[in-house]
């Protein structure tokens, strides 16, 4: 079985994470969604809501295919979490051009450092590509509607 690593801060998930998140899991017999214990920035949800709230939205919207997702969370490098799961695979999400040239070095900044790894790319669907976690956040804390955004799990945590 093939087990690929879905690495992020998801703070909070989106919709966008979402459909990223069952594309690769139609793919791959396993796939891991890393959350990242300290992302740079200060997170508006911590660790274990961003975790929680990601395992209520995964049983919710997939189906089935949540038998395939495991979530755990992680600190230090995406590449040394991957090999420690036993993943021979990081997924990431591109939305747009704008997300493209991040990607690419992190992919290969990723592949310098463990060549055993490769980085795939699924493309979030039209409908989500306009979505981020940051104007999420934003939206949320001036106690604006982003139910359309986020699942419903991640709605209820940010407007605690
Ligand atoms: O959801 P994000 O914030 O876009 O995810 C970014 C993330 C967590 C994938 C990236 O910052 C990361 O991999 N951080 C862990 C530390 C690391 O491995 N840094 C080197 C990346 S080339």
């Given at each position: 079985?093939?087990?690929a690593?879905y690495?992020g801060?998801?703070?909070?998930?989106?919709?966008?994470h979402i459909?990223?998140i069952?594309?690769?899991a139609?793919?791959?017999?396993?796939?891991?969604?890393g959350v990242?214990v300290n992302?740079?920035?200060?997170?508006?949800?911590d660790?274990?809501?961003r975790m929680a709230?990601?395992?209520?939205?995964?049983?919710?919207?997939?189906?089935?295919l949540?038998e395939r997702?495991e979530?755990a969370g992680?600190?230090g490098?995406?590449?040394?979490?991957a090999q420690?799961?036993?993943a021979?695979f990081i997924?990431r999400?591109?939305r747009?051009?704008?997300?493209f040239?991040t990607?690419l070095?992190m992919?290969?900044?990723?592949?310098?450092?463990?060549?055993?790894?490769d980085?795939?790319?699924?493309?979030?669907?039209?409908?989500?590509?306009?979505?981020?976690?940051?104007l999420?956040?934003e939206?949320?804390?001036f106690?604006?509607?982003?139910?359309?955004?986020v699942p419903?799990a991640a709605?209820?945590r940010?407007?605690?």
């Amino acid at each position: 079985m093939t087990t690929a690593l879905y690495p992020g801060s998801f703070d909070p998930i989106t919709f966008g994470h979402i459909d990223v998140i069952g594309r690769a899991a139609g793919v791959f017999g396993r796939l891991v969604v890393g959350v990242l214990v300290n992302p740079r920035k200060s997170p508006m949800l911590d660790l274990e809501e961003r975790m929680a709230a990601i395992r209520e939205a995964v049983a919710d919207e997939l189906g089935e295919l949540s038998e395939r997702i495991e979530v755990a969370g992680f600190d230090g490098l995406t590449v040394d979490y991957a090999q420690q799961i036993g993943a021979a695979f990081i997924v990431r999400g591109l939305r747009a051009v704008s997300d493209f040239e991040t990607e690419l070095q992190m992919a290969h900044t990723n592949r310098k450092l463990a060549p055993s790894v490769d980085t795939v790319f699924f493309m979030t669907a039209l409908e989500h590509a306009y979505l981020s976690s940051s104007l999420v956040k934003e939206i949320a804390a001036f106690g604006g509607d982003v139910s359309r955004m986020v699942p419903a799990a991640a709605a209820r945590r940010l407007q605690r």
